[in-house]
């Protein structure tokens, strides 16, 4: 259960106070209501998995820090080798994470820790975050074998000419600014369909919307 204090705190979704990926569970010592618990939980559930738990003190790191400098909305993946050997990890975060004092100090020493996270990269998600977004919009990915990538359908692994073209139909097809009016104008509608469908096409998705059909 999480913490209901953390909650009470504005940390209402559990991203902001944790990361996991695979065995590594790397979360704010505040995150959760009882840590040795669920800890205690997942070893039962799963006791052939080699947990490693991280866990951040809040002497380390304030949970303000931590909300602020999106310390946990981050992303923890595993890399074909590392340091380490096979099982190596890189934890992917914003440039917030090395801005904010804390966060940085922790960060220096994290990778040569006991557990598979040998690597911390920085990147800036400015833009994401302006627009509503954030490193944990960025989350959620789905690992193929190379038999399942072939087996994809569709143009929809991103490559430069795919991003080109993506540019090209929002310039093309995105309103600058939308009032309340609009929403009761047929016209929006029919933009906004004839944007899917081009978005379709780009994708090669063929008709998935029933006024495609």
Same mark, same amino acid.
């Given at each position: ?47 052939? $998995? %080699?947990?490693?738990?991280?866990? $951040? ?60 996270? %040998? ?39 991103? %490559?430069?000419?795919?991003? =080109? ?13 939308? =009032? ?16 899917? %469908? ?16």
């Amino acid at each position: 259960q999480q913490n209901p204090a953390v909650i009470d705190a504005g940390a209402f979704h559990n991203d902001v106070v944790a990361v996991a990926n695979r065995n590594v569970f790397f979360y704010h010592q505040a995150a959760y209501e009882d840590p040795a618990a669920l800890q205690a939980a997942l070893r039962a559930a799963a006791p052939e $998995v %080699d947990f490693h738990f991280i866990e $951040v003190a809040a002497a380390d790191v304030p949970l303000g820090d931590a909300v602020t400098s999106y310390l946990f909305n981050s992303q923890l993946v595993s890399a074909p080798a590392g340091d380490k050997g096979n099982g190596g990890m890189t934890l992917v975060l914003p440039e917030e994470a090395r801005e904010t004092d804390s966060t940085r100090e922790y960060l220096e020493g994290l990778a040569g820790g006991n557990h598979p996270i %040998d690597r911390v990269e920085f990147i800036d998600l400015r833009q994401s975050m302006r627009n509503g977004g954030g490193p944990a919009c960025l989350r959620l990915r789905v690992v193929l074998s190379a038999a399942e990538r072939a087996a994809l359908s569709g143009n929809i692994l991103l %490559d430069e000419a795919l991003y =080109e073209r993506l540019g090209a139909w929002i310039e093309a097809h995105y309103r600058d600014r939308l =009032e309340p009016a609009d929403l009761a104008d047929p016209q929006l509608m029919l933009e906004s369909n004839t944007a899917l %469908d081009a978005l379709t096409g780009i994708l090669g998705l063929g008709a998935i919307y029933d006024f495609q059909r």
